[in-house]
């Protein structure tokens, strides 16, 4: 069982990953570039937190847990030294991250997990800087690592996945959902949200919306449906057979950029439609769409209800 965390890396993301798992009861020390760099950061995690307290954001008595489980440390060897486990989080380039790792790797127990927090480098090239890589993976949090509760769990081919099934425990019992996925660059998260934004930044480019109408059409339509159902339930909803006609019509003027994907064609071509047919992306059977529609009511109704509490988000396009 994972108790002990080091952070290596106190930024912003670096000091919210620390105040997840000091909620979940775990101690928790964090290093940067220097002992007074790491103590600053300390100070404003310590800050943040009762803010977030008093914002009812952080449960009561979630700042004392902060307070008390959260320490700085003078160097990244004394903050690793130690640790269960030691998440790197350090600035986005793979030679800053390799100096990390390999101080981190030299100093950590033998037996201790090394974690990435790497959004887009491969872990596999990672892994490089790291002695005894087998009990290194990526363990990508997205910001704001408090409130945001998916974390893709990456392991490279080298890794022993017992550690991988230790971190997602961890995960799971401070609340997150870790999703394992095999290492590629850019990984699932930013392949898809940069898919995202590069289509969107095509459509202004073409004169077909500006930024704002963009945005609003994402939140208010698909977007809309992505807290509750991923892209693939969506589909097979919908239909999959409807997927393919709609990729016609799209290919007609996009060839390129909307081939029909192989994996869509072959299941309709083998008649699994979705849910209708009770094969899909997924395997729903056809009589669970009343449960399915009445869900996704719910949902969307509640979902607009929270909208309509919290009011606007204060953007000015």
Do not use: W
């Amino acid at each position: 069982m994972i108790t002990s965390i080091a952070v290596v890396g106190a930024g912003y993301m670096g000091g919210g990953i620390a105040q997840v798992f000091a909620l979940a009861g775990r101690d928790v020390v964090i290093a940067d570039v220097s002992e007074d760099a790491a103590q600053a950061s300390l100070e404003r995690v310590r800050r943040e937190a009762q803010q977030f307290e008093a914002d009812g954001l952080f449960p009561e008595g979630g700042a004392d847990a902060v307070a008390t489980r959260i320490a700085a440390a003078a160097s990244i060897e004394e903050a690793s030294a130690s640790a269960d486990l030691v998440i790197e989080a350090v600035f986005e380039k793979i030679d800053v991250k390799h100096e990390a790792l390999t101080r981190i790797s030299e100093a950590a127990r033998a037996d201790a997990i090394i974690g990435s927090n790497t959004s887009t480098i491969s872990i596999t090239a990672l892994a490089e800087a790291v002695s005894g890589p087998e009990r290194f993976l990526g363990v990508h949090f997205s910001n704001p690592a408090p409130f945001i509760p998916g974390v893709e769990v990456i392991p490279h081919e080298g890794t022993d996945l017992a550690h991988a099934d230790a971190v997602e425990a961890l995960l799971a019992q401070s609340g997150k959902m870790g999703a394992r996925i095999t290492d590629a660059t850019g990984f699932v998260l930013n392949r898809l949200q940069y898919a995202l934004f590069h289509e969107a930044t095509q459509l202004i480019d073409e004169g077909v919306a500006d930024a704002e109408s963009i945005d609003a059409i994402v939140r208010t339509t698909f977007g809309f449906r992505l807290p509750f159902f991923g892209p693939f339930a969506i589909a097979d909803m919908a239909g999959l057979d409807v997927y393919r006609f709609c990729y016609e019509s799209l290919q007609s003027a996009f060839p390129e950029r909307f081939a029909t994907p192989v994996v869509l064609e072959d299941l309709v071509e083998d008649g699994a439609l979705g849910v209708k047919s009770g094969r899909g992306f997924l395997n729903a059977a056809p009589e669970s769409l009343p449960e399915l529609v009445a869900y996704r009511n719910r949902a969307y109704v509640a979902m607009q209800k929270l909208i309509d509490e919290l009011g606007p988000a204060p953007v000015r396009y």
